[in-house]
């Protein structure tokens, strides 16, 4: 087992039973974070991290045209298929169309979005018969009034296995972008999408008895406070379970999440799957 190396952090786990639920029938959903009807003082957000939703969309529904603003948002998507439309493009009209307008995103596909001035979209399971497992996380922007864009790409399902993938890092050009470096959308870590926050996230897959170390501010940032939201998704039946920076107190199951707080950049975060199974693993480091 894996000692303490971070023993000035202070590490808080977040039960999956103290998320916010609710079942819609068509949609069930469990908030990390205050959310919709859901709101806990103790979980508004941590840094520049607002919502975590993990989300499962039964075939044939979803989340019809709804406006965004002001929020960087992102989908995770964990087995199923979900179907991003914006709201210029029609159903049966996809051909031609540009893929950040139309994109049926399917597992290790991440899809984000910059609210900004304001967007919107629909995001549907438009499969037959199966349901779309995903999380869809929001963050804080910099600052209000960008200009909305889209990307997408596709994360290594094998690479994963190795080690953390850097999914997520900050614009390179920071809060003072031109209209042109915006437009260019080049993110701090090459491969990852641009985000307009001081935030990296990253996703492992990590084997029994296997452990990975998170290196806190994915070397993106010159921010030297940091603090980490460690997430595993509910995606083993409850088999996986990880433990955190060697420490009993810091084992979460399926559904939990934790609060890693007192860390400074270029510290390691050690996450040990210590389950039946590998565990999904995903971390957002924010300032």
Same mark, same amino acid.
């Given at each position: !087992?894996?000692?303490? !190396?971070?023993?000035?952090?202070?590490?808080?786990?977040?039960? $999956?039973?103290?998320?916010?639920?609710?079942?819609?029938?068509?949609?069930?959903?469990?908030?990390?974070?205050?959310?919709?009807?859901?709101?806990?003082?103790?979980?508004?957000?941590?840094?520049?991290? &607002?919502?975590?939703?993990? #989300? &499962?969309?039964?075939? *044939?529904?979803?989340?019809?045209?709804?406006?965004? &603003? %002001?929020?960087?948002?992102?989908?995770?998507?964990?087995?199923?298929?979900?179907?991003?439309? #914006?709201?210029?493009?029609?159903?049966?009209?996809?051909?031609?169309?540009?893929? #950040? *307008?139309?994109?049926?995103?399917?597992?290790? #596909?991440?899809?984000?979005?910059?609210?900004?001035?304001?967007?919107?979209?629909?995001?549907?399971?438009?499969?037959?018969? %199966?349901?779309?497992?995903?999380?869809?996380?929001?963050?804080?922007?910099?600052?209000?009034?960008?200009?909305?864009?889209?990307?997408?790409?596709?994360?290594?399902?094998?690479?994963?296995?190795? %080690?953390?993938?850097? =999914?997520?890092?900050?614009?390179?050009?920071?809060?003072?972008?031109?209209?042109?470096?915006?437009?260019?959308?080049?993110?701090?870590?090459?491969?990852? =999408?641009?985000?307009?926050?001081?935030?990296? !996230?990253?996703?492992?897959?990590?084997?029994? @008895?296997?452990?990975?170390?998170?290196?806190?501010?994915?070397?993106?940032?010159?921010?030297?406070?940091?603090?980490?939201?460690?997430?595993?998704?509910?995606?083993?039946?409850?088999?996986?379970?990880? &433990?955190?920076?060697?420490?009993?107190?810091?084992?979460?199951?399926?559904? @939990?999440?934790?609060?890693?707080?007192?860390? $400074?950049?270029? @510290?390691?975060?050690?996450?040990?799957?210590?389950?039946?199974?590998?565990?999904?693993? =995903?971390?957002?480091?924010?300032?």
């Amino acid at each position: !087992m894996s000692k303490s !190396m971070l023993r000035q952090a202070k590490i808080t786990p977040h039960r $999956s039973g103290a998320r916010g639920h609710s079942d819609h029938g068509w949609l069930n959903t469990y908030h990390s974070f205050s959310f919709a009807d859901w709101y806990n003082p103790q979980f508004s957000h941590f840094g520049s991290l &607002r919502v975590l939703n993990e #989300d &499962r969309v039964k075939p *044939k529904s979803g989340f019809p045209t709804h406006p965004h &603003r %002001d929020f960087e948002i992102f989908s995770y998507i964990l087995s199923g298929e979900l179907t991003h439309r #914006d709201s210029m493009i029609a159903k049966g009209r996809e051909d031609g169309v540009d893929a #950040d *307008k139309f994109y049926r995103m399917h597992r290790g #596909d991440v899809q984000f979005t910059t609210g900004g001035t304001g967007i919107a979209h629909s995001e549907q399971n438009e499969h037959k018969s %199966d349901t779309v497992h995903f999380l869809q996380i929001w963050a804080i922007p910099w600052k209000k009034g960008l200009t909305p864009r889209y990307h997408t790409r596709t994360f290594d399902e094998e690479a994963k296995r190795q %080690d953390f993938v850097k =999914i997520l890092s900050p614009l390179k050009a920071g809060e003072d972008a031109t209209a042109q470096e915006e437009k260019d959308a080049v993110p701090t870590i090459p491969g990852t =999408i641009p985000i307009h926050a001081d935030l990296v !996230m990253s996703a492992g897959i990590i084997a029994p @008895d296997t452990e990975f170390s998170w290196t806190v501010g994915g070397g993106a940032t010159q921010q030297t406070k940091r603090k980490v939201y460690v997430h595993v998704p509910m995606t083993k039946n409850g088999r996986a379970r990880v &433990r955190l920076d060697g420490r009993e107190e810091a084992e979460l199951r399926e559904g @939990d999440g934790a609060f890693v707080e007192g860390v $400074s950049a270029g @510290d390691k975060l050690v996450v040990q799957s210590i389950g039946e199974v590998e565990a999904e693993v =995903i971390v957002l480091d924010t300032a």
